[in-house]
């Protein structure tokens, strides 16, 4: 009889255990979380633009027999902005005008090289590997420094001709980027032996054009 009552107490503790597990499921309602980024659409927004680029010192040289070569002394930077929602892609141009003293003298044969650059985007945008710009590398125009080193090479004029320097694929390119040329990466500037010494500029001009380059 003891045997008996204690297998039916065993019982029911079981069924108990049971009971409480199945009041003990989850249970679980979906929703959804919805955001819509929109970009400005206000009369003159700004959405692609060059919001900062850095003129370029190239210093100082003896007159010698030979070419002069120079590089920036200092690091110089491009800042491009692109805040289009669709992010359809640009491309950055630039050419090199004539370079004259004061006194109105002119160099002859004047050269700038641009090598590749390093880009860079404000912190903890997603997904910058992906999104990052090209700098064009064209084949032929070589470093004055470095035979290995190529870039974009352009010939200072009064009537310059515009070189794509930097190029961002359709999805590419949105956001801030910043093209930087360190000491270390240095744009070139190259004077042929020949020109009359004095204090010379030229203008550098940089142009932003909506889409990418066809190469």
């Not at 860079?120 to 004055?144: C, H, L, Q, Y």
């Not at 035979?147 to 190029?167: D, E, H, M, R």
């Not at 390119?173 to 032996?193: C, F, H, M, R």
């Amino acid at each position: 009889m003891k045997k008996l009552l204690l297998f039916n107490v065993l019982i029911l503790s079981v069924m108990f255990l049971n009971d409480k597990e199945a009041f003990a499921a989850e249970i679980g309602e979906s929703k959804k979380a919805s955001v819509i980024l929109t970009q400005d659409e206000s009369p003159g927004a700004n959405l692609l633009s060059i919001t900062q680029a850095s003129n370029l010192n190239f210093g100082s040289k003896s007159i010698t027999l030979d070419d002069l070569i120079f590089k920036t002394t200092e690091a110089s930077t491009i800042q491009i902005t692109d805040l289009r929602g669709s992010a359809p892609g640009w491309r950055l141009s630039v050419s090199l005008g004539e370079f004259t003293s004061t006194d109105n003298k002119k160099l002859s044969g004047v050269q700038m090289f641009y090598p590749s650059a390093n880009f860079s985007t404000v912190e903890g945008a997603v997904n910058s590997d992906i999104r990052k710009p090209v700098s064009v590398t064209n084949s032929s125009d070589i470093s004055f420094t470095d035979p290995n080193v190529k870039g974009v090479l352009l010939s200072a004029s009064s009537t310059p001709s515009s070189q794509v320097l930097i190029n961002a694929a359709n999805e590419k390119g949105n956001g801030q980027w910043t093209a930087t040329y360190a000491l270390d990466n240095s744009i070139e500037l190259k004077v042929p032996s020949g020109n009359f010494a004095g204090a010379y500029s030229a203008n550098l001009t940089y142009t932003l054009t909506d889409g990418p380059s066809a190469t």
